[in-house]
């Protein structure tokens, strides 16, 4: 059996070899690294990375310099250049034998005045003040920009208060908010933040239009991780403070959350660098043992791509830093081995073309028209501040993020101050600019600018306006706002949504913080208390109930039961229904009998029990077969009917091809059933891959609000051909093991968590591999959704399906 050393990673592009450079002894636990204006190498070794008490390597990092000592092309020959530093993870050139080197708690740049091998030059750039200590989470991505300034990304820094302090005495300073772009001169002065929203932007790089990307090492409960174009300003949804998790309803991953941007592409886990070579993006995924590139495809004024792998190594295959050489060959270090404590293993590598490999141009696509206009709202001086508010009403999220940068680089603000604007999205602008400002620069603020703002907010009949403003206060603790907050809830039509974030908020203000977990008890002890307030509404308490998740332990399923009478709103006993369902007990179930055999409960309300019994139709047949019969209302014996047959199509009607939309619509496009539909939703399977109004799973994507992004035929070309476009969210992997079986899933666990690798099936169920079982990891072009699910149901059932899809999110 070979050992780590001699099994090679896989190469997947035939114009690319692979060669090993250098291994452990000679290098260990490699992470940052880069080429010098001669074409040396130079690769960081980390020895503080939570070394063990037994380790007996150097009490601080080193930085070696491979060179070609024979003039043969081949890094041969290693030498020390530096000693020292504790948690060393970046490192870039910054010409005339300067380097810039972040650590955790540094930015310094090193330099061999003396032309010896040895860095004697050492000078300070950057300070990161702050309590935290975890290796890489503080300072980290790093990348020199072509205006001459140095950009560096810290983490989330655990949500700690902190000072980035420049040579100058020039600072930002925060807490809570997650991981940050700032950049600096090279001297270290002015120290300025460019976006935040992170987990922990570990690789930076500008592409060839000048573009800054960012590979996000993301965390816990949300992957894929994300490559994203950062822009002046952005906030790409993370904040620390709402919990690790990255699920609290003011957080988002993807550019849900009003004034948040969306990933380019997502990428394999524990993604730590990105850099353009030809005419892709290449990231290194330490998570997925890959090395991964991206082509881009325009998107408004930014752009989508989709993973292509390059190199796919084993277990054993830990990529982290690359760097190019002038001969267009990429360098990149290897950790090896998926401890995170430092373990004596390491190695560098070099990626070059075969002989007679055609060259790509080294260049990514120009900027498009509208990314031509998004740098004019940006950065143009003549841009006047009525052209930056009409462009806060695009549809873009890039356009509307550059008129924020604008009005806020070009003290536009000043003039716009607190006054009242016609249009939405313009006061969401408006907000999200004083707010930016604020972060940058927290006394440039008055809070009663801020408090002004934040209860027009809270007043206004926008939800994205109300949204802005309620996570505006919660980030500020401001609790004087909790009345008028709370009262929200006494709006009977508060958005889903909106609700949410209202009751997350709450909680916030009242308790000083958020859990770190998936589950918040703060947050479920407020909608247990709610949905149990029978002087609320109907539909509130049902949207309370909707927000609990299926294993809360209260309201019990008697209780729940209770609340539904002759009495009940619809809106309430739908959502008590469905979360019986969801809990899937001996008790729920017997609840839902008692539900459906209730002739004073309304009849759509028993027909949702009924189809609730058919995972357990056998156990109840008494009750479905005496609610299929004649003198039934003919909602009960319809749901009762398609119970006892749920496994059998009964329709012989000739079905068109799946690419033959037009002809699937004629027959299914037109049903107005929503209940119905909604019951096919949940009866059928859809639920165990897709969540609607809080019940399901996250296998696929959430179709709450599915009716306001995609019409009736786009809806059913998704179920029919699911594989035609699939979110960077939902790519499922295929997982080659050492006994020969392909498995397929999304992953759910985070790297270095565990020894098993953990995957949701097409089934909604979790399954586990162990890692030293697998063989090869791929990301798959198909689906995880499952081709023919027409065929599981009749034809009426497909269209109450599409008719329930369809409806307007209330």
């Given amino acids: 059996m070979p050992s780590f050393a001699e099994e090679m990673p896989r190469v997947l592009d035939s114009n690319w070899q692979l060669t090993q450079i250098a291994s452990e002894p000679d290098l260990v636990t490699p992470t940052g690294c880069c080429l010098d204006d001669h074409g040396r190498l130079l690769a960081i070794e980390c020895h503080t990375h939570f070394p063990p008490d037994d380790y007996d390597g150097p009490k601080t990092d080193r930085i070696y310099r491979f060179d070609d000592s024979d003039g043969d092309g081949v890094l041969d020959r290693q030498r020390l250049f530096h000693e020292g530093g504790v948690a060393t993870m970046n490192i870039v050139n910054l010409g005339e034998g300067w380097f810039a080197v972040s650590t955790r708690s540094e930015l310094v740049k090193l330099r061999d005045s003396d032309d010896d091998g040895i860095a004697d030059q050492h000078v300070v750039l950057l300070t990161h003040k702050t309590s935290a200590n975890y290796p890489h989470n503080g300072l980290g991505g790093l990348t020199l920009g072509p205006d001459g300034w140095l950009y560096v990304g810290q983490g989330e820094n655990f949500g700690e208060p902190y000072q980035l302090i420049g040579s100058d005495g020039s600072k930002q300073v925060g807490g809570g908010e997650g991981g940050n772009v700032f950049r600096c001169k090279t001297d270290g002065t002015r120290v300025e933040r460019v976006a935040t929203g992170f987990w922990n932007p570990f690789g930076l790089c500008f592409d060839s239009a000048n573009r800054l990307w960012a590979a996000g090492n993301d965390p816990d409960s949300m992957p894929p991780n994300r490559l994203m174009h950062i822009v002046p300003g952005g906030d790409y949804g ?82 982290v830093a690359m760097a190019i050489a002038k001969d267009g060959s990429l360098y990149f270090t290897d950790w090896v081995d998926r401890s995170y404590p430092v373990h004596g293993k390491g190695r560098l590598w070099r990626l070059s073309r075969v002989a007679d490999a055609p060259i790509e141009t080294n260049s990514l696509p120009g900027f498009t028209v509208a990314e031509k206009e998004a740098s004019q709202l940006a950065e143009s001086e003549t841009t006047t501040l009525d052209g930056r508010l009409s462009a806060l009403q695009s549809d873009d999220p890039f356009i509307r993020q550059a008129a924020i940068t604008g009005l806020v680089g070009h003290d536009q603000l000043t003039a716009l101050g607190q006054k009242a604007l016609p249009h939405a999205q313009q006061r969401v602008g408006q907000m999200l600019a ?3 400002k604020e972060l940058c620069d927290p006394a440039s603020v008055p809070a009663t600018t801020r408090e002004a703002l934040i209860t027009a907010g809270l007043e206004a009949d926008s939800d994205a306006v109300v949204l802005t403003a309620l996570r505006w206060a919660a980030e500020r603790m401001c609790k004087e706002q909790l009345p008028a907050i709370t009262a929200l809830l006494k709006q009977d039509r508060l958005s889903p949504p909106v609700f949410s974030a209202t009751i997350a908020t709450i909680a916030y203000l009242e308790t000083g913080g958020a859990s770190g977990k998936s589950r918040d008890p703060a947050i479920e002890k407020r909608l ?66 008692n539900i459906a055999a209730n002739e004073m409960v309304d009849e759509q309300t028993r027909a949702d029990a009924i189809a609730g019994l058919s995972p357990k139709a056998a156990s109840y047949a008494a009750i479905i077969n005496r609610l299929s019969l004649p003198k039934q209302p003919a909602i009960l014996r319809a749901e009762a009917k398609r119970v006892r047959n749920t496994n059998v199509r009964r329709d012989n009607a000739a079905r068109p091809s799946r690419e033959n939309i037009a002809g699937w619509m004629q027959l299914v496009g037109h049903s107005q059933q929503v209940d119905a539909g909604r019951r096919v939703f949940f009866r059928r399977g859809c639920s165990n891959c897709h969540m609607h109004s809080g019940r399901g799973t996250n296998t696929g994507p959430d179709l709450t609000r599915v009716a306001g992004q995609m019409t009736r035929p786009r809806m059913l070309e998704s179920i029919l ?19 020969g079986h392909v498995l397929t899933g999304l992953k759910m666990d985070r790297p270095g968590a565990k020894n098993r690798l953990r995957l949701q099936g097409a089934d909604g169920n979790i399954f586990e591999v162990p890692r030293e079982q697998i063989e090869q990891l791929q990301p798959s072009e198909k689906s995880i959704m499952p081709v023919g699910l027409e065929d599981s149901m009749t034809l009426d059932e497909l269209a109450d399906l599409i008719a329930f899809l369809s409806e307007s999110d209330s």
């Avoid at 004024?301 to 989709?306: F, L, N």
């Avoid at 051909?721 to 006994?739: A, C, H, Q, R």
């Fill in 238 to 319: 993370f904040q620390f403070r709402f919990g690790r998790a990255g699920i609290h309803p003011l957080q988002s991953w993807n550019g849900e959350f009003p004034g948040t941007l969306p990933m380019m592409a997502g990428t394999g886990e524990a993604a730590c660098a990105v850099i353009q070579l030809d005419s892709h993006l290449w990231v290194t995924s330490w998570g997925d043992n890959r090395i991964e590139r991206y082509s881009l495809d325009p998107k408004g004024a930014s752009w989508t791509s989709k993973t292509e792998v390059v190199v796919q190594g084993d277990e054993n295959f830990r990529p």
């Fill in 434 to 436: 004083w707010r930016w």
């Fill in 721 to 739: 051909n699911p594989s035609k476009e699939v979110g960077p969210l939902y790519v499922p992997w295929n997982v080659l093991t050492s006994d």
């Fill in 528 to 593: 247990i208390e709610f949905a149990g307030d029978t002087t609320r509404s109907a539909r509130l308490r049902g949207l309370a109930l909707q927000r609990l998740p299926s294993d809360a332990t209260s309201p019990s399923d008697q209780e729940l039961g209770g609340y539904v009478d002759g009495k009940t709103g619809r809106e309430l006993s739908l959502e008590v229904v469905r979360l019986l369902v969801a809990r899937g007990t001996d008790h729920s179930f017997d609840e839902l009998a």
